[in-house]
């Protein structure tokens, strides 16, 4: 296992609602990359956290909001939840590097189903 | 933004045999290409990675070669195992731009079927 934890494990909402995940990163780590990855398919960048900041967004919606603590854990927060918006929700965590190239090792993910 | 495509995206192979799976990259500055397994319900797993600098690693079983000039790296399986099933996907980060320093790009993903 890889050390990265998340929560909740499931999760159901229904649509206009505002969800909450939770992401604690390993041991060493201090950035927090999240991905939305829909059934069949492959992970999708979100964002990514370094040093309490965002750094670097994928394609989504200003809806995706996220934090990071001062402990490099870390939350992904939508509102106004969509169908579309139900999805397997992985966090990952790494050590930043100069050259971009540091590995992320994913949490056990967070599945959403927006009814 | 780092493109990625990955084929194919079902194989099926018999126990003991070969896998390979290929994966295709757009931005010429990438440098780091992992690769990660998926077992039906559970977190991607970072199974090998290499970096710009080599053309192949190794590790048991598993092994990845990467063409900078072609911009492609394949993943391979030897001696292809039931529990070597699941989804494998490739990806890149893409550092054309600082926007994509540190994401992932990720194939399409691969199901590969180890029949015994």
């Known amino acids: 296992e890889t050390g990265v934890t998340q929560s909740p494990t499931h999760l159901i909402k229904t649509r206009g609602q505002q969800v909450t995940l939770r992401c604690s990163s390993q041991s060493g780590h201090n950035t927090v990359s999240w991905y939305q990855q829909a059934l069949g398919q492959g992970p999708q960048f979100i964002f990514q956290y370094y040093r309490e900041e965002e750094n670097g967004r994928g394609n989504f919606p200003p809806r995706f909001s996220g934090l990071q603590f001062p402990n490099y854990s870390s939350e992904l927060n939508v509102n106004a939840l969509e169908l579309d918006d139900s999805a397997l929700y992985l966090c990952?965590?790494?050590?930043?590097?100069?050259?971009?190239?540091?590995?992320?090792?994913f949490g056990p993910g967070t599945r959403l189903l927006v009814l | 933004g780092e493109n990625v495509e990955q084929h194919p995206s079902t194989l099926s192979v018999q126990e003991g045999d070969s896998a390979v799976i290929k994966c295709t990259y757009s931005d010429s500055a990438s440098n780091y290409f992992p690769w990660y397994k998926q077992e039906l319900g559970k977190r991607p797993q970072l199974i090998i990675d290499i970096r710009s600098n080599v053309g192949e690693k190794k590790d048991q079983r598993i092994a990845v070669t990467l063409n900078k000039t072609a911009k492609h790296f394949s993943l391979h399986i030897t001696e292809t195992q039931p529990e070597d099933s699941a989804v494998y996907f490739c990806?890149?980060?893409?550092?054309?731009?600082?926007?994509?320093?540190?994401?992932?790009?990720f194939g399409a993903g691969t199901q590969v079927v180890v029949t015994p």
């Open positions: 990952a965590s790494s050590l930043a590097n100069l050259w971009g190239d540091e590995t992320q090792y």
């Open positions: 990806a890149s980060p893409g550092l054309g731009t600082t926007d994509s320093w540190g994401k992932l790009q």
